[in-house]
């Protein structure tokens, strides 16, 4: 498979690595700097590619995608930080009869996490001995806060949960590539549901997972729904 990407940070890096590993082909490295407006992103520069892969920042993301669904691509993509233009990108990759799945997070174990929080934060419903509190911990060159991660398992907690609204205290310092524990916690006890990364190529990996599975199907899709399914 031939596999652009857009992005040149510490994330496209573990992409392009992984990916090569699994014998695809990489057409080009777009990089921030010389793709102001996504004026780079063109069908000479992403050399024929069947799949963008795409972790740039937050402002630069949107612009991305809407030139890449206008080129017809499929693109998965991890940036963060545009949840109020879902919408609007939907309509646009609908419309076009393209294909695009974004989440917050590539990794299996944190889709597992957030489906056991909604589970595990329902039967904490109304123990009003127990406090509540989400932290979110991440490498200082981070810049999202809290993190897309933690939006969203703050999200599937409050699906369990509807009465509380899980804070969340964001941690940025140091090299670690991302820690996040929901507590419950009471005088006498506690309980925590945590996840470490240990190294982000575990993110990478779950990329390039993605962009094996995206091309040939039509419509917008989370990590989520290409590991459990659209009902799932």
Known sequence: MRIAIVGGGRMGQAVVELATARHHDITT????????????????????????????????????????????????????GWAAELSRITQLVDANGGALLHAPNFSTGVALLLRAATDLAA??????????????EHHGAKRDAPSGTALALQAALQAGDPERPFPIASIRGGHHPGRHRVTWDSPFESIHLE??????????????????????????????????????
């Not at 793709?35 to 024929?48: E, I, K, M, P, Y």
């Open 123 to 136: 039967r904490f419903a109304g123990r009003d001995a127990f406090a509540e509190l989400v932290v979110d």
């Open 29 to 80: 490295v777009v990089r921030g700097a010389e793709n102001v407006d996504a004026q780079a992103l063109t069908t000479d520069r992403l050399g024929g590619a069947d799949v963008v892969v795409e972790f740039s920042r937050p402002e630069a993301v949107v612009a991305n995608l809407e030139r890449l669904v206008d080129l017809g691509l499929p693109v998965v993509t991890g940036t963060t």
């Open 195 to 232: 996840h470490a990364a240990r190294d982000r190529r575990v993110f990478a990996e779950g990329a390039v997972l993605a962009a094996e599975w995206l091309p040939g199907r039509t419509g917008v899709f989370t990590f989520d729904q290409m590991l459990f399914g659209r009902e799932a």
